[in-house]
């Protein structure tokens, strides 16, 4: 798999969870509607959700990555 989906806008911006082509690390990456421009972004994972944590896009990265948290391997 070469990237997850995180969000997808009402107007049509879509974030995913990929990996960035430069440095080969995870990161988000933002695909903005065409009335924005439409230039793809790629933004480290940790920054982006320090810039903005109330965001329904960081909301669903947040939910993402609690999926992968197995539950038995919680400590009671």
Do not use: C
């Not at 995180?6 to 990456?29: E, F, M, Q």
């Not at 994972?45 to 391997?73: C, M, N, S, V, Y």
């Amino acid at each position: 798999m070469t990237e997850r989906l995180i969000h997808k806008s009402s107007n049509g911006d879509v974030w995913a969870l990929a990996r960035d082509p430069d440095s080969k690390l995870p990161a988000v990456k933002h695909r903005p509607n065409a009335s924005s421009g439409g230039r793809t972004s790629y933004t480290d994972i940790g920054k982006f959700l320090r810039e903005g944590a109330g965001g329904p896009e960081h909301q669903a990265l947040l939910k993402l990555i609690g999926t992968l948290l197995d539950d038995a391997g919680r400590s009671s």
